[in-house]
């Protein structure tokens, strides 16, 4: 059994600043007495404990109210990702059964077409309040959240990340981190991604401060690290490069406060590396996933320069180990096991489980190297890391394929200086196509960030030998742009 | 599951300093390969994962290795108290079925009569060694410790402490007491307690070192605090009372690096209080005991004067409640859940469920404040604590009574300067006894700090109605000492 997160927090250190955002702030207290307020209200709505419902909402103050509000009422919230079309939308709900979808007012025009129960934020400010006792303990094995990820069919899958999930991963990340009264997280990855939600939970267990921010701005999450405002922050390698930019311009340096900062989305140049030192941040590379609620291995600071590339050690309570691999040095699947990892999926894929014999077969290519280091040398399933989020090939080929002037599509990662990589695809046509008509219609069907920024004519995309397309060949094959 | 506690932190962090003990230091990686090497001189000698062992010596490095030994061969380990007598200790054994007791040599004389396999440490120093792969993961209901413990019926109960317990148990104490990379906790407290065993669990969970000393000073304790080459430590109200005197007379205070001092046993009395704050010690009251695997409460530094004779509010996995109470203030006896609660007992208990509805009844009459804040206003089983050792007086009646000369007998408590306080007894007997000769009866069958220091003749012991001992009335009874 683990305690209703914030119900224990609350009582335990009622006092201490929960969150922060603009120029307001919240203790614990009040933090609950706000999610309080909207669980009642939900209540009302006839959302309760196991209800499902989805939530989309741009990472402020007032989203961060109602998450907690269905925490607390233990609703099982589906995290919508709010740069997704219409159309992605459409399926998740679908797929998830999720009972309504909570919406704040000025992203319900996404919405419009969406047959489903509607609840805008000021529509849920203004109803009723049915008082309720909030469960006191969960069970661990209790789905709270869900997040869609690709994965390999190209068919977004819903994972399930249970309470004992996120509270083991938090567990094991303090283990690593240390913890003092007076860490503050600055958050400024969105709410709907594992790495801006594992924030929020570990906020709860260790009683620490979320510092919020609606959008990453590097001027000032480079004031806070120098002010000493916050003490941790999560990144990915672009807005690290862009807060140390900031930081070289004004010839900052991080205040003795700030402790460290976890980087996630694949490796960092060695070059940032070198340059978070001179500024004074400890930067931890980090390994995770939606499917483990977060990190399953971290590099040490400390070993960042000896061990470049590598995405460190497991974390206490985790196990990674390689398909196959007998010794040190074999490449193979990465497999992790653990508390941590999810115990499955819901809609269509509520049947598949994710574990063979207890482990989780990751896709990504990696080895351990003769000290237990992990390294990842091949993305699974080509993922595509563009500014944080994961784009996975098949989803957008599925799209581009159902245009009815495409035959085939292929995609893959193209380097790129701000986002580190974006999707460009290559597209056998049956007739010609315009540049404009194609990029509409992913526009309509993708969320903005998975539209390739190239397409390309070809004849035949690169196959094996049984048939099975070879997108890391793309990258060097004959083009002809649209 | 759960990681083998070592084998993971040694793959994790294999260069930290586990453990310091007089002159020399082992990090983690040595600690291993010491536990490895007893391990297979164990398995050598048939004890392997599953197999149930007790364990007697002292609180030294090489105790520390061989209960390392035994944890990283998930080998089960009955911690005996070296200060039990031959008898108790066979009682022990017995009731166990432990399989052998593995001994230090010096201790071997108070074995002499003991009618089971036993160990020397030097013999198994000798032993060949076999080679096998210790278990990687445990389930957390696993049995890994056993510690006796005597409560109501004079009879001691063998308290299963599971890897869960103790794993959840340290988790709880990183969530309130913080964690940083220096952390060194100071044990000077006998690791076959639960005060000191679960120093050796935080250690491996949180990558910390140890300090160790195999006995109690007062005057290496203060030097430790003032050189701050200590971060933590577990003391009781007479050690914390050593500790400030000698601060005291030589103007010391504790170094910046000095965090937390965690006290068990019962309140401090509010000038220790003053006292420590003056030398810069902060000061974590707690409420612990061996089937909550140590703390279940704590009450912070900053609340000590606010809430003097609190013993805080729960640690962030558990909960308390007051039997029957409806709101705060009212008395009852305290009840704990949590995943650090005992599942429960081996040997002639070993059929009892310690819980009720998945409550542990302690005993213990206390109330919650209107802030939550745990009080305990009378000791379970008229509990008498001496010197952070846990006295149960029905144990002693239970062997005065079967002296030839003894009718029946009471025990309680009586204020002492130093230990806070002694056992003492009154008796009503059949004819005439000497003080040696019921001393040396006792000596026989007792711990030392379990002889009663006073023996007193009465007529009739006070009973209440339904003829149950009062023993908080025979403190005033009318005495004819021995």
Avoid at 241 to 255: P, Q, Y
Avoid at 365 to 373: F, L, S
Avoid at 459 to 478: G, I, W
Wanted: with cysteine; proline share 5%.
């Amino acid at each position: 059994m683990i305690p209703n997160w914030l119900l224990q927090r609350a009582y335990l250190t009622p006092d201490r600043v929960a969150l922060s955002f603009e120029q307001q702030q919240w203790t614990f207290q009040e933090l609950h007495d706000e999610a309080m307020r909207i669980a009642r209200k939900l209540y009302a709505n006839g959302l309760r404990e196991g209800t499902r419902v989805a939530l989309l909402g741009p990472s402020n103050a007032h989203m961060m109210f109602m998450i907690h509000g269905c925490l607390l009422g233990s609703i099982e919230i589906v995290m919508i990702n709010s740069r997704l079309s219409e159309k992605e939308i459409a399926y998740q709900l679908l797929d998830s059964e999720a009972e309504a979808i909570i919406v704040e007012d000025s992203l319900a025009e996404k919405l419009q077409t969406i047959d489903r129960k509607k609840l805008l934020f000021s529509f849920i400010a203004s109803s009723e309040e049915i008082d309720f006792t909030p469960i006191n303990t969960w069970k661990a094995e209790q789905t709270i959240t869900i997040m869609y990820t690709s994965g390999t069919t190209g068919f977004p899958k819903g994972v399930r990340q249970t309470v004992g999930n996120h509270t083991s991963n938090a567990l094991s990340s303090v283990l690593n981190l240390g913890l003092s009264e007076n860490d503050v997280w600055l958050c400024t990855t969105p709410l709907f991604h594992i790495s801006g939600f594992s924030i929020i939970v570990r906020s709860l267990l260790y009683g620490m401060g979320i510092r919020l921010y609606e959008k990453f701005d590097a001027i000032e999450a480079a004031e806070e690290i120098q002010k000493g405002s916050v003490t941790r922050m999560s990144v990915v390698a672009n807005s690290l490069d862009r807060i140390l930019r900031e930081m070289e311009k004004s010839e900052m340096f991080a205040h003795p406060n700030f402790q460290t900062m976890l980087a996630g989305g694949g490796p960092l140049p060695i070059d940032y590396l070198r340059r978070a030192e001179k500024r004074g941040i400890a930067v931890l590379q980090t390994y995770g996933m939606t499917e483990t609620s977060s990190q399953t291995a971290t590099l040490s600071a400390d070993d960042a320069l000896r061990k470049i590339g590598s995405a460190g050690k497991p974390l206490f309570f985790n196990q990674i180990k390689i398909r196959d691999a007998e010794k040190p040095m074999q490449h193979g699947e990465v497999m992790i096991a653990g508390p941590h990892v999810t115990p499955g999926y819901v809609g269509r894929f509520a049947d598949r489980n994710p574990l063979e014999d207890g482990w989780l077969p990751t896709g990504d290519i990696g080895y351990m190297d003769h000290e237990g280091y992990l390294y990842i040398v091949d993305r699974r399933s080509d993922l595509i890391i563009s500014g944080g989020e994961n784009i996975y090939p098949a989803e957008i080929e599925n799209v581009l394929v159902s245009h009815p002037s495409v035959l085939e599509a292929g995609v893959c990662g193209q380097e790129d200086e701000k986002w580190g990589s974006v999707p460009i695809a290559f597209l056998v046509c049956k007739e010609p196509i315009e540049k404009e008509e194609i990029e509409k219609f992913c526009l309509e069907r993708l969320a903005k960030f998975k539209v390739p920024k190239s397409f390309y004519m070809v004849d035949e995309l690169p196959r094996n030998a049984s048939n099975k397309l070879m997108r890391r060949e793309l990258k060097h094959f004959r083009k002809r742009p649209l």
